[in-house]
């Protein structure tokens, strides 16, 4: 069974946060940012996020753009990918917006949390447990059998940080935006963790293109070069 093409997206400060600490969510990305990552969602079968990211966020997870919409079912395709959620716990709420909008939705949990999040969501989104520990690899598998060809992952830092760390990720989007949060309790992009090939591994720079007023950096992370 073929692999999705896993993309990770994320906007990140200058010192490499996600988010500052607060309450409300920091906008990090402009404008026309916002418009790139709609076309990279219109462009993926599916798009997956962490429980914690629809908890702190409530992200639709549509493609907001008509025209793209329209284009996907000139393809054949729903107008918008299938939804993804990870959860370890199953603490879901099925009032967040990303049960009420836009086609699929797939939840991959544990043998643990399984029933209590068919108990929560009900006919909202479909359930699946990876086994008695959460396994990525079984998660990309079943996502593979269902037709999904290119995945795009939205985040949080602890779903990045897994995906990087197993060698999952083929390629990074990281967009940065020219502001600090310099806050110690922030969400980062990455986080600690035996990363492939250790802090000598350079990853292959596929492109930087400035968006707005951010810079879109875009890296292969299976395609490294050691330096000593």
Not at 88 to 100: H, I, K, N, T, Y
Request: neutral net charge.
């Amino acid at each position: 069974m073929k692999l999705p093409y896993v993309v990770l997206s994320a906007a990140v400060s200058i010192d490499g946060y996600l988010d500052d600490a607060g309450v409300k969510r920091l906008l990090l990305s402009c404008p026309e940012d916002f418009d790139r990552v709609d076309a990279v969602r219109a462009d993926a079968d599916a798009v997956l996020v962490g429980a914690n990211t629809i908890r702190r966020d409530n992200p639709r997870l549509i493609v907001h753009s008509e025209q793209r919409r329209a284009q996907r079912s000139a393809r054949g395709l729903p107008a918008h990918p299938m939804k993804v959620v990870v959860t370890g716990s199953g603490d879901l709420d099925p009032e967040l917006a990303v049960w009420g909008c836009g086609g699929e939705k797939l939840v991959f949990t544990v043998d643990s949390a399984a029933e209590k999040v068919r108990d929560r969501l009900g006919s909202l989104a479909e359930v699946v447990s990876t086994g008695p520990v959460f396994d990525w690899h079984t998660v990309l598998a079943r996502l593979g059998e269902r037709g999904v060809e290119r995945l795009m992952v939205e985040g949080g830092g602890t779903v990045h940080t897994q995906l990087v760390a197993l060698n999952l990720a083929d390629e990074l989007h990281i967009a940065v935006a020219p502001l600090v949060v310099g806050q110690a309790d922030a969400p980062r992009f990455l986080r600690p963790a035996n990363y492939p090939g250790g802090p000598t591994a350079r990853m292959k720079l596929l492109g930087c293109t400035q968006v707005g007023d951010v810079v879109l950096l875009r890296y292969s992370p299976k395609d490294l070069t050691c330096c000593q």
